[in-house]
């Protein structure tokens, strides 16, 4: 049985669940479960805080978790990164009251808020700072407005806490986070049922990224027609009933999609489809 941490809380706690069931695995039914069993998938679920998810792990106790790339760095937890989930981006940056800070070098003998002491004491540390640094539990923006710190360090997504709070973000981002899957540092890359599960995330992020194609054309447009939709290998060429004309199925960005429509209609192509993909293993 695979043992697997999962966020109970949070940004993270949705999108992981709603990832994990759309790969066809049993999830909770309400907020107060801690653990669960999925027996047809031979894996059980842990609902912890997504803060401890790399500790748990890094522990052995746990195979895999999920976790934010910034809270195992945070950790300094005994765990690596094994696959990128493309939910709960952000960036991890220093903000300040405009006009008070313009770069890490006014960091020197400040007093920096944040719930991420981990990453940013490395941070100073790396580039020779000596600051204080504050540990608060949440809504850090809070802090300069009530005297506790000159400076905060912060996720941010859209900026808009910061907006509220009066304050600007300065320096380049301390590093950029999204959701990811982790394991203990060293632990056997070529476990199946590890490698299972990877293979169901995977097909979720292709299945959430890509549409197919579908489209007729003459067999004199193809080659620019197969430029234009290479699929991810080769995309199948079949011939059609009507002599000079093959039908051509491949995958393509959802994002490209209807631009490469366009495209294809320019060169002659016609009966042009796409359709979702609701699961898929590459
Ligand atoms: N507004 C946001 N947009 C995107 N990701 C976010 C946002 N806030 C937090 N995250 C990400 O979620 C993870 C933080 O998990 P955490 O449980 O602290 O979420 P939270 O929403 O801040 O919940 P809590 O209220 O318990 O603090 C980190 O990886 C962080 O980068
Ligand atoms: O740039 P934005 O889109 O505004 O998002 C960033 C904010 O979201 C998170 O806060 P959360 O709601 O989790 O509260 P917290 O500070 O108590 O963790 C994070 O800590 C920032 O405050
Ligand atoms: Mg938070």
Redesign the pocket.
Known sequence: MLRIAVPNK??LSGPAADMLHEAGYRQRRESKELRIVDPVNEVEFFYLRPRDIAIYVSSGRLDIGITGRDLLIDSGAGAEEILALGFARSTFRYAAKPGTAGGIGDLNGRTIAT?YEGIVAKHLADNGIDASVVHLD????TAIELGVAEVIA?????????RNAGLEPFGEPIMTSEAIVVRRTGADAEDPKVQRFLRRLQGVLVARTYVMMDYDCRVEQLEKAVALTPGLESPTVSPLHNEGWVAVRAMVPAKDAQRIMDDLYAIGARAILTTAIHACRL
């Open positions: 949070g940004s719930s949440g809504a850090v923006e912060d996720v941010v997504e859209t900026g808009t806490s910061l």
